[in-house]
């Protein structure tokens, strides 16, 4: 078993240094069209009832943990948080023939105190893998005021630079370009850069 140290809890103001995503409003439609109250969102999603409030007015910009529990505790996808919604009702998207191209740099992006992720293939929803890309800002584990964590599997590739991936149950482990790792994305991970610019990794969660 791993003997790092535990990730340490603080209640740093940290987020308040990113700028904020308009995405308040989506989380709120997005609440309000399940007929959930801020106290029933909070017991689904796992979030403080402060904290969707504050996402919900665009007073904080939530880490990539944060959005993670949001998308589950609602039950849509990452990439419907950062999409308008069209008049139809969500519905499942058939099996077959769908396509998406994201041309170089026209992600959505969403900027978080340690990460600045790049969301992939936004087009379509109830995809059965979110792809991502990020860039790496941070150079120190005492950045991270939690794990992250959330559901399902998540392959990683190095696409310039190196990183430390940390994982709960293993030893640290330094990735560099052209490596890759497949965990369990409910074990709590983070990374951070290692090298003298920012590094960029492909994420795809499954």
């Known amino acids: 078993m791993s003997t790092q140290p535990q990730m340490k809890i603080t209640n740093n103001n940290v987020e308040a240094t990113v700028q904020p995503l308009a995405l308040g409003k989506r989380v709120k439609d997005l609440r309000l069209a399940q007929n959930l109250t801020l106290e029933q969102a909070s017991q689904l999603t ?4 402060s904290t969707l409030s504050k996402i919900e007015n665009d007073q904080i910009s939530p880490t990539f943990a944060a959005v993670s529990k949001l998308a589950q505790g609602l039950g849509i996808d990452l990439p419907q948080l ?5 008049n139809e009702k969500l519905k499942p998207a058939p099996s077959a023939g769908r396509r998406d191209i994201t041309r170089a740099s026209t992600g959505k992006i969403h900027p978080t105190p340690t990460y600045e992720h790049e969301l ?9 893998m979110v792809p991502f890309k990020t860039r790496v800002h941070t150079r120190d584990w005492n950045d991270y005021t939690d794990w992250v964590r959330h559901e399902g ?24 370009q ?11 991970h983070a990374l951070i850069s290692t090298s003298k610019s920012d590094a960029e990794v492909l994420w795809v969660t499954a």
Do not use: H, W
């Open 46 to 49: 796992g979030l403080a009832r």
């Open 82 to 86: 950062f999409t308008e919604p069209k």
């Open 120 to 128: 992939l293939a936004t087009q379509l929803s109830n995809k059965k």
């Open 153 to 176: 599997e998540e392959f990683l590739y190095v696409l310039s630079g190196s990183i430390i991936l940390y994982t709960e149950f293993y030893e640290p482990i330094e990735l560099t």
């Open 178 to 188: 052209g490596d890759s790792a497949y965990y369990d994305c409910e074990m709590g």
